[in-house]
């Protein structure tokens, strides 16, 4: 069965759809990306190549987000992405401009772009992105819930990782996390439980307080 089919069953209360990232263009090279749910990331974009073929490279990154930032929350923007769409003529247009945000600060940025809002937004793009994925119900979190599917291979911090996210994230929508889990990764709870076990054994997860149901 397909991912998606498998969250379009998901709980029948509740509907799951990947994380979009919607971007934003101004002049200077600058780009907003936000996470549905999630981070808010500004990058900076200059030219590089030949005259006649340039291309734009990212050069500054200035991230605000709610939640704690680590490797795990860089892997989940869409750089690859951001830059094709970057490249687009419409928006390489706009992004070799002159800008008036020349420091890479979160409040420069912010008045930057709304106050041009009124110029520059019907330039944007949304990427829906595989990495994440949101419910659609008001009750849960509104914070993105990694995509958990089931390693071909050994187990691997990383994705130990993940497991453990979506089982605080399921905690804190009252929900219990194995059945949770298993939905959106076509699991059986059993699996998930000895994921839930190794996680853990690793520290990604508290120890198990006696009675808890996973």
């Keep these: 069965m397909s991912l998606a089919h ?13 994380g979009d990232w919607q971007l934003s263009y101004r002049p200077g090279g600058w780009v907003r990306a936000a996470e549905t749910g999630g981070m808010v990331v ?13 291309r734009l490279d990212p050069h500054a990154v200035v991230v605000k987000s709610d939640e704690a930032i680590s490797g795990r929350s860089w892997r ?17 247009q706009v992004l070799t401009k002159p800008g008036g945000a ?20 019907n330039l944007g793009g949304t990427i829906p992105y595989g990495k994440t994925v949101i419910s659609d119900d008001p009750s849960d979190p509104a914070t ?18 993940d497991v453990a996210e979506a089982y605080r994230w399921f905690v804190s929508a009252k929900r219990a996390p194995a059945p949770g889990i298993a939905e959106l990764s076509g699991a059986p709870v059993r699996t998930v439980h000895r994921w839930v076990s190794e996680a853990r054994k690793r520290e990604f997860l508290p120890p198990a307080r006696r009675g808890q149901a996973g």
């Design 76 to 92: 989940r923007v869409p750089f690859a992405e951001i830059g094709i769409h970057a490249s687009l003529p419409g928006v390489h």
């Design 102 to 121: 020349e420091a890479p600060t979160l409040d420069s940025l912010e008045q930057y772009f709304t106050e041009t809002a009124d110029q520059y937004g």
């Design 42 to 54: 500004y990058l900076q974009f200059r030219p590089a190549g030949p005259n006649d073929a340039q």
């Design 6 to 18: 498998r969250m379009a069953q998901c709980d029948h209360a509740r509907m799951y759809r990947f």
């Design 144 to 161: 993105p819930l990694p995509m958990i599917q089931a390693p071909e291979g050994r187990i691997t911090d990383e994705f130990l990782q």
